[in-house]
């Protein structure tokens, strides 16, 4: 099992820049690929953002690229979603999710959910 921790949401401004953080509990955080995810009112719950085990490898969203950036610490068991230029589309409830190993992109194909963090961005 692992348990994944949200934090980091909040309220910002159009053009403003949140972190949030997943920290992890469990099996070894290092053995799993971290994805990003977020739901708004009344949507599915979309991809945002994947890192492999490694950190080698990062993907994005086409809506997010440029302006987000995934990171992870496996020394602390915790990965990173950096946002950037937040707009008010950007507002949802943001997940973090793990799995062994791919395809990144697919909701259901994760193992481990966290709670999810709230980001508002207001216009």
């Known amino acids: 099992q692992v348990q994944l921790v949200e934090s980091g949401g909040g309220l910002v401004q159009t053009g403003g820049s949140l972190r949030l953080s997943c920290t992890a509990s469990?099996?070894?955080?290092?053995?799993?690929?971290m994805g990003w995810f977020r739901q708004a009112p009344g949507k599915e719950r979309g991809f945002v953002a994947a890192?492999?085990?490694?950190?080698?490898?990062?993907y994005y969203a086409d809506a997010v690229l440029g302006r987000f950036a995934v990171s992870r610490d496996n020394a602390k068991n915790t990965g990173y979603l950096q946002m950037n230029r937040l707009e008010p589309e950007d507002t949802a409830v943001y997940y973090c999710?793990?799995?062994?190993?791919?395809?990144?992109?697919?909701?259901?194909?994760?193992?481990?959910w966290g709670q999810g963090t709230q980001v508002t961005v207001s216009a």
């Open positions: 999710a793990a799995k062994r190993v791919g395809p990144y992109i697919a909701v259901m194909t994760y193992d481990y």
């Open positions: 469990g099996r070894t955080f290092s053995s799993y690929a």
């Open positions: 890192i492999t085990w490694s950190g080698g490898s990062t």
